[in-house]
Structures are given as structure tokens and as C-alpha cells.
């Protein structure tokens, strides 16, 4: 399949089916005890810095466990399969003195996760696998203060921003990505910086991608940490035209619920949804067995409020493969055009009727 192929097939399979994404990477990763060599291998073996715990530089260290976790997910019954590069702007990187190497690790990222999922689709041609570009949020923030003493001081410039999210981007395209995830997303202002990003290059020439786009709600308040309520969060990226918008991470099925339906209610475009493993217990790990969040999800599905599903911290591609199995043959929520009218936001949503 051509690329272009490829995104025909992933529109036409959402109008078909509710999509499944794969689940966490952390927790795999985590699960497989890995030293500081593999961190290192051979190319970074001398490197200045302790490199355990960056699993985006597995894509060039350890990229048989990349590959593996794509085919876990993928057996699993996932649709979609992020690329290993959550955290590989420049700016993410230099917590590790690694900002030379984030188009290589996106580079290798995105071959990799095509390499499994072209080998998937080969097997199994009535269900084509496709590959998500992951693009994380940031250590910095561009709509807060990093010095409560001074509201106006910031890290970074948008610019600065929008540079980090262009170098990742361009690699991850040329990787041979499928569509752009913008998630986990705290702060909209970095997430708009992405979006420029993305939108820029299409201007200069770069065949475009879908682009989904995922918040999080950070606490029961149901607004992201840089205050935005979900009709806000929408207001601000609508214009991008995503092929997804949808929430991830920090809660639970039972406490996103509500911010789910309330996308679906507002939104003009395809709902996801990949919530964590219920929330953390005291020692930090995910309680909520594989069943437990199916049949959550399950619910949704059968209410309508979802296209895509999938799971975050603390999923496994067993509650993968539950929550495949929990909604194949559901139909996928229907998505309704909404009246034309000036919506704006602020911390609040503001609409002119």
C-alpha cells in the first residue's frame, strides 16, 4: 500500500468499526528489567549522562523490544500502533544530553513500527495495521510561569517550541508514519505549537497526515493543568481540523467518562478515548485488571460516545485484546455536523449564537 492508500483505508475502517489503539508502553518496557546497557549499546556507550529510563532511545539501542511491543499490540487485536517516541523533541531530550540524536530516534521509531505493521497488514489484508507518530508533551510549559514569583517567566519561547515539534515531525513523516498523535496534551499552547508545526510543513510541500489530537483532564476539576474545561480544549484546536479529538491518560474510565461525552457531544470529528488502568495505587502501579477496564469501555461504545479506544499507564496488550474483543461489531458513534456559530475560548468556552 501507498501511504495515500493507507490513510483511505484508516478513514474508511472508522466509518466502519470502532478503532482500537494499543496501550502503554511504560509499563512493558518496565516489566522487561532493563540495565543501563541497554539504554546505552554500543552507540552511546560513552556517553556523558545516565541514559535508564529513556525508552524513546530504545528505538536505536534495543530495537528488538520496540518491534516485539508493536507485534504484542498488534496480535493483540490493536488497529493502531504508536511509534516509540513520546518523549523525542530536542527540548524532552536534554534531560539527557541527547538533543543530537531525536531525529534518528524518530527516524528509527517510525521505520520500525512500519516494518511490524506492513508485516501484519501482509497477513492479514482485510485488517490493515497502521502507525501513529506519537508527539508527547514537554518538560516546559508555554502557558504558565516555571517562577511563581514572576507570572511572566517561561523556558522557552513559542518559537523554540515549534522548532522542537518541526524536527520531530519531519523525521516521523519520513519514517513512514500514518497520522500524527498529538497527546497528553497539559498545556493547549505547546499543543498549538505542534499543530503549527505539523501545518507549516504541509505548506511547504510535505504530503499531510491526519492529525489526532488528545487532552488530558489532570484531576477530578475535569480541566487540563493549564485550566482549559473540555468545550475550551476543543474551541482552541478545532481549527486544525483533526481527524481525532480525544482525551488520554491521568484518569480512569469511570472518572473520564463524563469528559468523553461531553467531546462527543461538541465535537465534529471522530472521538478517542485511552484511559489508565483505573488510578494509581499508593506504591504507584495500575490495579484495574484487563476485564474491569473492557467493560468499561465496553459501555461507552454501546452509548455511542466513541471511534477510537485504546489504553494508557497501566494497560497491557491483555486489556488490549479484552477491549477488542468487548467491542467488535459495536457501531461507531456518528459523527454530526453542529451549526454553524463563533466559538471561542479562554479558560471557559464562549459561544456566539
Not at 123 to 147: C, H, T, W, Y
Amino acid at each position: 500500500m501507498t501511504r495515500a492508500e493507507r490513510i483511505a483505508a484508516l478513514k474508511a475502517a472508522a466509518r466502519e468499526r470502532i478503532l482500537i489503539l494499543d496501550g502503554s508502553w511504560g509499563v512493558m518496557i518496565q516489566r522487561r528489567g532493563l540495565a543501563e546497557a541497554d539504554y546505552r549499546g554500543e552507540r552511546f556507550r560513552d556517553h556523558a549522562s545516565p541514559l535508564k529510563g529513556d525508552n524513546d532511545i530504545l528505538c536505536l539501542t534495543r530495537p528488538d523490544i520496540v518491534a516485539d511491543l508493536h507485534d504484542a499490540y498488534f496480535a493483540a487485536g490493536a488497529d493502531i500502533s504508536e511509534t516509540n517516541t513520546f518523549t523525542a523533541t530536542s527540548i524532552a531530550q536534554a534531560d539527557y544530553a541527547l538533543q543530537g540524536a531525536v531525529r534518528d530516534i524518530n527516524l528509527a521509531g517510525a521505520r520500525i513500527a512500519r516494518e511490524v505493521a506492513d508485516r501484519w497488514t501482509a497477513q492479514e489484508p482485510d485488517k490493515p495495521r497502521f502507525v501513529a507518530g506519537s508527539i508527547g508533551p514537554l518538560n516546559v510549559m508555554l502557558s504558565m510561569s516555571s517562577d511563581v514569583n514572576d507570572p511572566g517567566a517561561r523556558k522557552v519561547t513559542f518559537d523554540q517550541v515549534c522548532g522542537a515539534y518541526r524536527e520531530q515531525v519531519l523525521a516521523l513523516h519520513e519514517g513512514g508514519v500514518d497520522l500524527f498523535l498529538i497527546e497528553t496534551i497539559t498545556d493547549t499552547l505547546n499543543c498549538k505549537a505542534a499543530i503549527k508545526a505539523i501545518l507549516d510543513l504541509e505548506d511547504e510541500g510535505l504530503e499531510p497526515l491526519p492529525i489526532w489530537i488528545s487532552g488530558t483532564i489532570t484531576d477530578r476539576s475535569g480541566r487540563t493543568l493549564s485550566g482549559q474545561t473540555v468545550e475550551a480544549f476543543w474551541n482552541s484546536v478545532r481549527h486544525a481540523r483533526p481527524f481525532a479529538v480525544g482525551l488520554n491518560c491521568a484518569l480512569g474510565a469511570e472518572l473520564m467518562r463524563p469528559h468523553i461525552a461531553e467531546l462527543a457531544r461538541i465535537a465534529d470529528t471522530l472521538v478517542a478515548a485511552y484511559p489508565n488502568a483505573g488510578l494509581p495505587n499508593a506504591m504507584g502501579e495500575y490495579d484495574e485488571g484487563p476485564h474491569e477496564t473492557a467493560c468499561q469501555l465496553e459501555e461507552w461504545a454501546r452509548s455511542g460516545i466513541v471511534n477510537i479506544l485504546g489504553g494508557c499507564c497501566g494497560t497491557t496488550p491483555d486489556h488490549i485484546r479484552h477491549v477488542a474483543e468487548a467491542v467488535r461489531g459495536v457501531k461507531p458513534r456518528r459523527v454530526e455536523e453542529r451549526r454553524p456559530a463563533m466559538r471561542l475560548a479562554g479558560l471557559e468556552a464562549f459561544e456566539l449564537a
